[in-house]
């Protein structure tokens, strides 16, 4: 799994929820759910908790902001997007990056294509070419935009810390440190020459620059021959299992320290998606 937040249209449904654990850190000691687990999709406890939505937020503000421009004197044309398709392949709906052998084979270190059938229809939206008074007009109508559907506070973002100290933690962990010297021994024949000592370094910049990830496209056979390799050696090394166990370890702990905070945090998110979503039922146009 390669850590990163990706565009996401939804809260996470990653999985049912099944196993039962007690909150030592709930006033009313309440049972905590947790996901079953699923490395390929890198299923974390605390990924229901993480506002997932961004893309159709985004979309909804757009929306909402067409007849502020209008009465600028600007058109605001905002097309069609399917924002409830999901990420590519290569994320899941937490917003993190996967990368397993399957997704080397076919990706390289390459996004996967959107699933959202107005994507391109969009991206042509956001790159029009803006004067000065339009910019201006983009400001204020996007204030106009949030008084009616506000952003979420900073508050609601306490899962992604949480997840991000149980990330770092389990990368420092004893048994995914040895994993780590293990996979390079496994890559070292890869023929990248700044080749990191474990694998979260990856894609380096030789990488990058050398198979164009910052451009789209189809990944090269070479793209793909160490995509998979360094997949491989994840697997054999025991790298990927033990960083996903300890992470997911260390989630549980801090979501049980911070189940009555997250549960508050839930209530809110959910309310906000709610909006977002009506907000884009009443003004979307409809399918193409």
Known sequence: MIRGRHEAAALVAAASLVAILSA????ADAPIE???????LWVQPLDQYIPA?????D?????LMRPCMESKGFEWNVPWRDVSAGPSETANEAGSRLFTVEIARRFGYHNGPSRDSGMDAWLLFMQQEISPAKDQAIDECTDVAREELPRLSGDTELA????GAAFNGALEDGEVVAAAKRWRECVRDSGVPDLPDEPIGMPTDYIVSTFNLDQ??????????????????RESSGYAESLYQEEWERQVTLLKDNADALDR?????TANRRDVYDAIASNAPHAP
């Open 24 to 27: 030592c850190g709930s006033a």
């Open 34 to 40: 947790l996901p079953d687990q699923n490395r390929a």
């Open 53 to 57: 939505h961004v893309v159709a937020a």
């Open 59 to 63: 979309y909804a503000e757009n929306l």
């Open 160 to 163: 992604v810390d949480l997840a």
């Open 216 to 233: 789209p496209g189809a990944p090269t056979p070479g793209e793909i021959e160490v995509a998979t390799l360094d997949a491989t050696c």
């Open 265 to 269: 945090m839930l209530a809110t998110i």
